[in-house]
């Protein structure tokens, strides 16, 4: 199992082979360190790699962390489950992808702040004859008076509200490059999140 932090950059094309444009995202996988190496056998009772990632002034670090970290600040700590072998202080970077590889990436969506249920949820909003006013972008009736809902917001009706800022794993993206010198690589098509957000790139 193949796996990297990595940090969002921006989109561009590469082209195949064959000739053709393909959309890709620009990923930032800087080398990132094995923080800790937990076993089935061991306290934790579970197989996992945990990776740190960038550099974060001690100052701004909480005690119990820097304590785990033996004194380190990381701007980022996350757990890969595996069972694989790893050793703590070890190095990871963009070579251990290579091109054609299978992999998928988990981040946060943008957020969007409050939005409407047109934006939200992509109703068609109200008709603007028949003597409606102002109800171009409005939710409608929820039927709560009766029926199933019993004169009271059902659970999961569909209405305004925050919409993104969600975790998101998108799924069977191909490695169209990889720059270890530079610690670059280049994902097939969008993944979550805006430029800088932090990214869990795993092999599948």
């Known amino acids: 199992m193949k796996f990297i932090l990595a940090k969002k950059e921006g989109m561009t094309r590469v082209f195949g082979e064959d000739g053709r444009a393909r959309a890709g995202t620009i ?81 946060i969506t943008k957020g969007k702040g409050f939005a409407g ?9 109200g008709s603007r004859t028949h003597g409606q006013k102002h109800s171009e972008r409005e939710a409608g009736s929820i039927g709560g008076s009766g029926g199933r809902a019993g004169g009271r917001v059902a659970k999961g009706i569909r209405m305004a509200g925050r919409m993104g800022a969600d975790r998101v794993t998108v799924k069977n993206l191909k490695v169209l490059a990889v720059d270890a010198k530079e610690g670059k690589l280049v994902i097939s098509g969008a993944v979550p999140g805006r430029r800088g957000t932090l990214l869990e790139v795993v092999s599948a």
């Open 27 to 107: 990923l930032a996988a800087d080398s990132v360190t094995v923080t800790a190496v937990k076993t089935k056998d061991g306290k934790d009772a579970y197989a996992a790699v945990q990776l740190g990632m960038g550099t974060r002034k001690t100052k701004n670090v909480g005690k119990a962390v820097l304590g785990h970290t033996k004194g380190k600040g990381y701007e980022a700590i996350r757990e890969f489950r595996t069972e694989d072998a790893a050793e703590v202080g070890s190095v990871i970077d963009a070579s251990v992808f290579a091109v054609g590889d299978t992999v998928q990436v988990s981040g």
């Open 117 to 125: 249920v047109v934006k939200r949820h992509g109703f068609h909003g």
